[in-house]
Structures are given as C-alpha cells and as structure tokens.
C-alpha cells in the first residue's frame, strides 16, 4: 500500500476514534441533559435560541471553513505554505469582523426575529427563548474561529485537534447541566454551550503552533487564495442558509405542536446522525485534501474511482445501522435517555423521530461524500442547487405532514428531502463532470436496499417473542437480539448477491491492519 494511501487511511480511524469518543460525550451530554429537563418546553426554548445563533454562524463560518479547504490545500502541496498561511488570516480576520457585527444585531433583534421562528411560544417560553438567544450569540466568534482554524489544519494534513474539540466542548456542558443545571435552568445549558465553544477554540491552538500560522489580522481583500475562495462562499453561504432554513421551518411548525415536540426531534436526530458522524463525516474529512489534488481535467477519472470506492464503502457500512435504527427505536432511546424526567411520552416521541428519521442516515451519507467530489473539481452549485430542491420540499412536507402529523410528519419530511437531495447531487455530478459512476452506485444501491429489507424484516420479527415491559435490562436485551440478527442476515444477502462494493470493504479493512503493522510512514 503506497504511503499516501496508509496514511489517508491512518489519519481516518484516527479521526474515526476520536469523532466516537466525542459522540459518546455528547450523548451523556444529551441524557444528563434528558434526566434534568426532560422533553420540555425549556429544552425547545434553548434549541431555537441555538438555531438563532446558527443563523448568523451558518451563514459566514460554514460556507467560509469549507471554501478555504481547496485553495489552502493546493497551496501547501505546491511547497506554497506562506502562501496559505495568508489566505487562512484574511479569511480568519473577515469572519469575526462580519460575524461581531452579525451576532449584535440579532441580539438586538432577538425578540422578533423569534416571533417569526417558533409562533407557537408564548409567554414564559418567549421570554426564555430571548434570554438565552442573547447567552448562546457569544459563542458565534468561538465556533467561527475553530471552524476555519480546523479547516487550516485539514489542508496540512493535521487531523488530530480538530478532531479532539469536540471532547472538551461536551466535558464543559456536561459539567454545566449536570452542577448548575438544577438551580439555574436553561440558562446553565446557554452559558455551558459559549464556555464549550471557547474550550473548542483553544484545543486548536496547538495545531496553528504546530503548521506555522501566526494568528494576527489581514485585511489583503486581493489575496489570491482568499479571493478563490470567495468565489465558492456564495453558493455554499446558500446551501448553509439552506440547511438553517429547514431546521427552523422544522421548530416553526413543532413549536405550536406542543411542549418537548422540538426536544424529541432534537434527540431523535442526535441517535441518527451519530453513525453519520462517525462513520462518513470523519472519513470524508481526512479525504477532502486528497480529493481537492485530484480536481483537474487530467485527473477526473482517478477522482470518479475514488469516489465510486468511498461512495461504495459508505452505503454498505451504513445501510445495517439505518435497519437497526429503523427495527430497535424504541429500546434504543430506552438505554439512552430514559431516566429523571425523561417520561414515557418523551420515549414515544423521540422513538417514533429516530424510526422515521432513520431513512435519512443512507442520504446523508451519499449526499457528504458527492458534495466533497463537487467541490474537489470547483463546482458548489450542484449542491445547492439540490438543496434547493430539498428545501422546498422538506417546506412543503412540514406545512402538510408535520402540521397534520406531528413528529412523525415532520421527521418524514425531513427524510424525504434528504434522499431526494443526496440523489439530485450524485445525477448532476456524474452528469456535469463525469465524477460520479452512476452505473455501480446504482447496482451497489439496489443490493443493499435488498439486503436492508431482508434484515429488517428478521430483525423485526425477532424482536416479537421478546419481552415488552420499559426497563432497561429488556430495552438491552431486545437491541442485542435484533441488532445481531440484522446484521447477520445483512451480510449473509450481500454476500448471496455478491455485491462487489463489500470487496472493496473487506480491502479497505486489510489495508487498515497492513497500515497498522507497518508502523509509521
């Protein structure tokens, strides 16, 4: 195996550990969180308060980290690192500029900005809504910072802290829920969330120690890195405004549907995108740089390669926890969450959120790894264009479904527009740039789809003889029961099929324990 390759692969699980670890804090995070507010009004007031400061931080710091990745990239495997250092300050110095004033005057502007994002609060529940807005608002320039220093590091290959940050965020806010949360009330949760981002923008300090950047402001507006990458923030500030759009429709429309509607979704999409997070986003992240060097004309049928292995990989590692997730919803959030004033009707909602939301972790797997092919050969409207597509649907889907169906109508919505975006996104990519091999990701698709169903069907029926009562030792057994009859007969069809992307699985994992045993490069 050449030594790029080892360490591409290194680099991945090295990420892929420390991503898991992060995640199992943030889900102790969520269940101190569940024990001592339960599903509740305040847990939704503290959510939309959340989103108000993801509209001012969604709409600069995403759509900014993500464009720097390419230009840096390129500028360090040229030898031109000072070069990239540059760019990485002027992008670093208009972002907190911009987003000071941004996160002033939405505080400013608190009150009405959030009349319009949950109607249905009133009273007590504005006030509080208003009040931690103002709190959560300080932590835009912490989460902005990290952001693009993280992306900075990606592009030299330096994974570790930015994969770390997450562990001390969640150590801060599980310590401010968990001591102040019972005499303060949501407000611990507020403070906790500015104090864990601050703790996130230090961890990264070592990393710019570690690449030479010197942190001081730039304002070369003509830098040429910096003004490549503002030719790719439009497009992607619109598929973040996208993304904000559809998670505040969602609190729109759950707001009025009743207290702790929001709070269910909230961690119901948690369980979901745990295996994304782990899974694909760590994977994809360390694949980003590599895959920004193979953007060029000359290069396209090596990128297409690359992507049809990952995308190949991806669906057949993920597809057996969307059935595990979409079979054991209920026993899962049981072991999870179910304890203090988490009740039985938190467990029903947030149950019925994870089965249904469960059909979107296959989506947004394919849809992360096609969006870092889009943007490898410079192409960022085929994502919002599809996001686009999915907005209006995910819109459309909350004013019919969710006001009519609740948690279920709106976490449908929500799964729909995912797989609709992620399918868009792989047709124009493969169509505009030939990046993509829709004819094995077709084939892939349909073996596992097949495989999936089989699973789910045993797993289901598996889980019948079982005991029903609400315990944790019954939740534990029937996860285990179910959990290992879906993936025992998920293998065993892929296998009958003979699915070829399960080779490429079977390598990837030979080449991890060779990439082990070799010792560092």
Do not use: K
């Not at 004309?297 to 997730?325: H, K, N």
Request: aromatic content about 6%; hydrophobic content about 55%.
């Amino acid at each position: 195996m050449s030594t790029t390759r080892r360490a591409l692969v290194r680099s991945s699980v090295l990420l892929m550990c420390l991503t898991a670890l992060s995640q199992v804090l943030g889900f102790a995070r969520d269940a101190i969180m569940a024990a001592v507010f339960g599903a509740s009004a305040e847990v939704d007031a503290f959510l939309v308060a959340q989103g108000l400061m993801n509209v001012v931080l969604g709409l600069i710091s995403g759509a900014m980290a993500r464009a720097l990745v390419p230009p840096v990239s390129r500028a360090v495997d040229a030898g031109r690192t000072d070069a990239g250092h540059r760019t990485v300050r002027v992008a670093l110095t208009v972002a907190i500029a911009v987003l000071v004033l941004g996160s002033a005057l939405m505080a400013i502007a608190a009150r009405p900005v959030l009349a319009v994002l949950a109607p249905g609060f009133e009273g007590a529940t504005m006030e509080e809504a208003v009040r931690l807005t103002r709190i959560v608002l300080a932590a835009t320039v912490f989460v902005s910072g990290t952001n693009l220093l993280a992306s900075a590091a990606h592009a030299h290959q330096r994974f570790f802290w930015a994969g770390f940050q997450g562990i001390p965020f969640n150590l801060v806010m599980i310590t401010a829920v968990g001591v102040f949360g019972g005499t303060f009330g949501a407000a611990a949760l507020a403070c906790g969330f500015v104090a864990g981002s601050a703790a996130r923008f230090l961890v990264q300090l070592p990393a710019v120690r570690a690449i030479g950047l010197r942190l001081r402001p730039s304002f070369r507006l003509r830098d040429p890195g910096f003004r490549e990458m503002l030719r790719l923030v439009p497009p992607l500030l619109l598929g973040s405004a996208i993304v904000n759009v559809n998670t505040m429709v969602d609190r729109a429309v759950g707001s009025a549907q009743g207290a702790g509607t929001i709070a269910s979704l909230s961690y119901g999409w948690r369980i979901v995108t745990l295996a994304e997070v782990v899974m694909v986003t760590a994977f994809t992240t360390t694949l980003f740089p590599a895959f920004s060097t193979l953007g060029t004309p000359e290069r396209r049928d090596q990128l297409r390669e690359a992507t049809r292995r990952v995308l190949g990989v991806v669906v057949v590692l993920i597809s057996p926890v969307v059935v595990v997730l979409a079979v054991a919803a209920r026993p899962i959030v049981v072991l999870l969450f179910a304890r203090g004033n988490f009740d039985a009707r938190a467990v029903e909602l947030t149950s019925l959120a994870v089965a249904t939301y469960s059909v979107a972790l296959a989506g947004l797997a394919v849809r992360e790894v096609v969006a870092r092919t889009c943007l490898a050969v410079g192409d960022s409207r085929t994502p919002v264009l599809s996001a686009l597509g999915a907005m209006a649907l995910n819109v459309v889907g909350d004013l019919t479904l969710g006001m009519r169906y609740g948690v279920l109508g709106l976490a449908l919505s929500t799964s729909i527009s995912v797989v609709f975006a992620a399918t868009t996104m792989s047709v124009l990519t493969a169509r505009r740039h030939r990046a993509v091999a829709l004819g094995p990701l077709v084939r892939t698709t349909m073996g596992v789809v097949t495989a999936a169903s089989v699973a789910a069907v045993a797993g289901w029926l598996a889980q019948q003889p079982l005991p029903a009562r609400p315990g944790w030792p019954e939740a534990l057994l029937a996860l285990g029961v179910s959990g290992s009859v879906c993936l025992a007969t998920y293998l065993g069809v892929l296998t009958l099929l003979r699915v070829s992307a399960l080779t490429d699985v079977w390598a990837s994992l030979r080449e991890l324990r060779i990439g082990r045993s070799a010792g560092p490069a």
